[in-house]
Nanobody, 125 residues
């Protein structure tokens, strides 16, 4: 069974940066669609970034130009670099893997994704 463990969350001031990491086991990073999602209290889980098996990335409009998704195949780890953070970015962030897809990764919350336990990001104004 695929296991994903996120880390790197924390509390920052508006305009600050964080880098989230997602260590995978029983899954080879780069062999499936990978993504980052987030969920704020009272809101639905939203997709913010995906990366496919050839490195093509896709971002939600709300984070385009500020966040960067990447992967290190040697470390079997997925990353999310978050710059210029805003208070509205505060949420629980989840790493996800969709082993049913390789190229057309979905920014939608579906039951095809396997999820990590999440890491909390807090942004103060």
């Amino acid at each position: 069974q695929v296991q994903l463990v996120e880390s790197g969350g924390g509390s920052v001031q508006s305009g600050g940066s964080l880098r989230l990491s997602c260590a995978a086991s029983r899954l080879t990073i780069g062999s499936s669609c990978m993504g980052w999602f987030r969920q704020a209290p009272g809101k639905e889980r939203e997709g913010i970034a995906t990366i496919n098996t050839v490195g093509r990335t896709n971002y939600a409009d709300s984070v385009e130009g500020r966040f960067t998704i990447s992967q290190d195949n040697a470390k079997n780890t997925l990353y999310l670099q978050m710059n210029n953070l805003k208070p509205e970015d505060a949420a629980m962030y989840y790493c996800a893997a969709d082993t049913s897809r390789a190229y057309s990764c979905l920014l939608l919350y579906t039951d095809k994704y396997t999820w990590g336990q999440g890491t909390q990001v807090t942004v103060s104004s």
